[in-house]
């Protein structure tokens, strides 16, 4: 059966989300499940939780904790990463440095100044995995979750020899839930196409039985002002087409909206939201703990998540339709050959086979792109060692060029840097 390693199994609630589908997908419950954390209490943890769920239902599931990356990869034929390098600490680090200079964020782990530092700590740890992979796992398929999506498969690629990597988000299939449900028809019966970059990729079909359901959506957004107000709809209406990630989280990547107070208030963008959301994940950690501490069970409950789907399909040949963020080569004519993007993807016994988009709309492409060069600067500045390419991310950022001076700018990266000090590649942390 296969061996499905965990890379950050620590992120004890997500491990949970995936084990629980995992255990419950007919033709899985064989597996080997190798977990890998450096943290040596959340690694026992989520070890005696994988345990918990193996033996509550009753499967010959084996499970194995590895404080060693390299035993832990060691044959595996899928890896699934979810790590996030330097923990809450480092988080708190990408929101109050910049909030002092008067930089606005709400999630900061995909663009903008928190996502260009939460990528330069992340790569230097993905490469790495990715030079074990090519040595230990040359065959394996490696599943990420961690964000920057745009920027950690493309450091993986470019900067190893390792090449089997797919990122995976649930935001397009949300998007098409959420889409389906505002227009009144299943979801199950509508025909989607969706393509683009992680976070800003754009519904370019939205179809039911043959006929476009955009008009539809477009009398429902003028009907609603609640819904009108909102960042989503926005771009939507100025752009023509419906953008798949969220109002709180999509606002940042754009130039238009945390710069005004009008414009934060008029589409209620929560401001340092991720910060809230990371306390309150540290809660439920420690509230699972004690749980299984006192020798409680965990609860089981299949989440449907990417990963799993993805790993049954090629184990099983269950043909599956999902989206992931792969190298481009041509997949969207009109948006770099060497960017990660993200397409609809064929899951099947042959593996993860993207499909070809063609041209985009040129005005959501010229966005794309806008998108895109602050993530090549950042894994060049990453893979380089590059203090230099930091600052070009970093004055190409939308958000961060709206809101600051070049001057500005510049002061904000070396407070980072110093902030996170060994967190960073060598010749990023060197002085100018």
Not at 296 to 324: F, K, N, Q, W, Y
Not at 334 to 348: G, Y
């Amino acid at each position: 059966m296969a061996r499905i390693v965990f890379i950050g199994a620590g992120s004890v609630e997500f491990t949970k989300n995936v084990l629980s589908d995992i255990l419950t997908l007919p033709g899985l419950g064989g597996s080997t499940l190798v977990l890998h954390d450096i943290d040596a209490e959340r690694l026992a943890t989520a070890e005696a939780m994988a345990h918990g769920m193996v033996a509550k239902l009753g499967l010959p599931a084996k499970v194995e904790a590895h404080a060693d990356r390299r035993a832990a990869v060691a044959g595996a034929d899928y890896v699934i990463n979810e790590i996030a390098v330097g923990g809450f600490a480092a988080t708190r680090i990408d929101f109050e440095v910049p909030a002092r200079h008067g930089l606005r964020q709400t999630i900061a782990d995909t663009l903008g100044i928190g996502g260009i530092f939460r990528a330069l700590r992340t790569i230097p740890v993905m490469t790495a995995l990715g030079d074990d992979l090519a040595e230990l796992a040359p065959d394996a398929l490696l599943l990420n979750y961690t964000n920057p999506m745009t920027m950690i498969p493309r450091a993986v690629w470019e900067g190893t020899p390792f090449r089997n990597v797919v990122g995976i988000c649930h935001s397009v299939r949300d998007t098409q839930a959420r889409l389906a449900e505002l227009v009144g028809v299943p979801v199950d019966e509508t025909a989607f196409v969706t393509a683009g970059v992680n976070h800003q990729a754009f519904v370019l079909k939205f179809e039911h039985e043959g006929r476009d359901m955009y008009p539809r959506l477009a009398e429902v957004v003028a009907a609603d002002p609640k819904l009108r107000n909102t960042v989503r709809a926005e771009v939507f209406t100025r752009f023509g087409h419906f953008p798949t990630e969220s109002s709180v989280h999509g606002s940042e990547y754009l130039p238009w909206f945390l710069r005004h107070d009008d414009q934060v208030e008029k589409f209620g963008i929560h401001v340092g939201a991720y910060l809230e959301w990371s306390k309150e994940n540290l809660a439920s950690y420690e509230e699972t703990r004690r749980r299984l501490a006192a020798g409680e069970d965990v609860e089981i409950e299949p989440m449907s998540e990417l990963a799993s789907e993805i790993i049954h399909s090629i184990e099983t040949g269950e043909r599956r339709i999902v989206h992931g963020n792969v190298r481009n080569d041509g997949l969207i004519a009109n948006l770099p050959a060497d960017a990660c993007v993200e397409v609809p993807c064929v899951v099947d016994r042959a593996g993860v086979q993207p499909t070809r988009i063609g041209a985009m709309p040129p005005q959501l492409a010229a966005l794309n792109r806008t998108f895109l060069n602050v993530g090549e600067l950042t894994v060049r500045a990453a893979l380089e060692g590059s203090r230099e390419h930091v600052y070009h991310a970093a004055m190409l950022d939308p958000n961060a060029a709206a809101t600051l001076t070049l001057a500005q700018i510049h002061d904000l990266v070396d407070d980072m840097i110093e902030a996170h000090g060994d967190a960073l590649p060598d010749g990023i942390r060197r002085a100018r």
